[in-house]
């Protein structure tokens, strides 16, 4: 079984193909691919294919997620389904593909490129498409793989990512899954602005004002983590980074002088905090009439 979501991005390309090919996350890139491209230049391949069809605005890339049911499948077969839905759904799109093995869930990451490199046809999302393209190709691979679906009617009935937690027993909850994808993306944010991006990549919608909020799409409601954890809150968030990142530095300044005596005199040299300031790109959420989570 695997729950879908898309998204559609306006910008940071290079952000979003370096998080799907993450080593940390990919057992050292072994669980990647590409499409119409290569790992190591996907970024540049896929500007140059919007440059020579002249379409360098708008939405630039879409952001697929296939999550699995806990110990339903192995990482090789994740590569294997979503190579196959690749292949299928989005012939012609530059693509790179990622398994994230560093959850609970195997979940798999496909980036594409906006463009057709074949055709210059833009690539467009929305409910019905979602349903009849991206689930139903996703159902059905995982059926002819032996794994089960979640949807058994038509897909208003479709059961929502949320209730599909709350009912599958030793399943985790929403709010201890929010609360490990936040460790996680406070754990590889440079700063606020790109911890914010991950969790937008990771599928959550995010509410900005007196307190932090978040949601997956079939949610009404936006659960709010700094209420009962400080650290959840805007100023926690912020503070862990800068810790992580002080650790970090420090860390790589011991191992530079690793081997090698200091004179008494000498100090070990401060090392800039490496900051990358990101803008927050914005999110295009599909209405589909249903309480069924996903994004365009």
């Known amino acids: 079984m695997a729950v879908t979501k898309i998204l559609a991005r306006r910008g940071g390309l290079s952000q979003a193909i370096a998080y799907v090919l993450n080593g940390d996350k990919t057992e050292e890139q072994i ?17 140059a294919v919007k440059q020579r069809w002249n379409k360098t605005d708008g939405v630039q890339l879409y952001h697929v ?45 496909i980036v594409f490129n906006s463009v057709n490199q074949l055709t210059g046809e833009k690539y467009h999302s929305n409910a019905r498409s979602y349903y009849q393209q991206i689930r139903g190709i996703s159902d059905r691979l995982c059926r002819e793989h032996g794994l089960s679906v979640i949807m058994t009617g038509e897909p208003s009935k ?99 002088f690793s081997g090698r005596s200091i004179a008494p005199t000498e100090s070990i040299p401060s090392t800039p905090v490496f900051s990358h300031s990101m803008s927050i790109t914005s999110t295009c959420w599909a209405r589909s009439g249903s309480d069924s989570i996903h994004l365009a």
């Open 65 to 109: 997620i296939q999550s699995f049911r806990p110990g339903e499948l192995s990482p090789e077969l994740a590569l294997e389904i979503a190579q196959e839905f690749t292949r299928e759904h989005l012939p012609g799109y530059q693509a790179v593909i990622g398994i994230h093995t560093d959850r609970e869930h195997i979940h798999a990451h």
């Open 158 to 256: 479709a059961v929502s990512y949320i209730e599909w937690l709350r009912q599958s027993k030793g399943q985790p909850t929403f709010r201890s899954m929010l609360e490990a994808d936040l460790r996680t993306a406070i754990q590889d944010a440079n700063d606020l602005g790109h911890f914010f991006l991950l969790m937008e990549h990771m599928g959550y919608e995010i509410h900005h004002g007196d307190r932090l909020g978040f949601r997956l799409r079939g949610q009404e409601r936006f659960m709010y983590p700094g209420r009962r954890d400080p650290l959840f809150t805007e100023d926690g968030i912020r503070a862990a980074i800068r810790g992580n990142l002080r650790r970090s530095n420090l860390a790589i300044a011991l191992r530079s």
């Open 31 to 47: 669980l990647t691919a590409a499409q119409g491209c290569l790992t190591s230049t996907a970024c540049h391949d896929m500007a």
